[in-house]
Nanobody, 126 residues
Framework: QVQLVESGGGLVQAGGSLRLSCAASGRTFSNYVMNWFRQAPGKEREFVATISRGGGSTYYADSVKGRFTISRDNAKNTVYLQMNSLKPEDTAVYYC???????????????????WGKGTLVTVSS
């Protein structure tokens, strides 16, 4: 089992920044590809960003590319999402998720996650 706990959400004005953290406990963190997803009110959950086990490869949804940065610290069992130039449409609950065995064509294809956090709410005001 892997437990994931997100933090860092809150209310921010458009154009502002937030950094989300996701702390993992349980199995070996570095064995997992880590991901961020989000779910806006009334919408389906969508992929935001992913990072390889060692942190050397990252991939982003087009909607956040150039504004968000995913990173990880395997010594601290934590994955981060730095969000800059926030827009009202970024308002959502943000979830981190762990994937033990990503698809062979990752990151072009994001597979099914093995573990999910409970999410942290980000609200961007206009």
């Amino acid at each position: 089992q892997v437990q994931l706990v997100e933090s860092g959400g809150g209310l921010v004005q458009a154009g502002g920044s937030l950094r989300l953290s996701c702390a993992a406990s349980g199995r070996t963190f570095s064995n997992y590809v880590m991901n961020w997803f989000r779910q806006a009110p009334g919408k389906e959950r969508e992929f935001v960003a992913t990072i390889s086990r060692g942190g050397g490869s990252t991939y982003y949804a087009d909607s956040v590319k150039g504004r968000f940065t995913i990173s990880r610290d395997n010594a601290k069992n934590t994955v981060y999402l730095q969000m800059n130039s926030l827009k009202p449409e970024d308002t959502a609950v943000y979830y981190c998720a762990a994937d033990r065995n990503p698809p062979s064509n990752w990151p072009s294809v994001i597979g099914n996650m093995d573990y999910w956090g409970k999410g942290t709410l980000v609200t961007v005001s206009s």
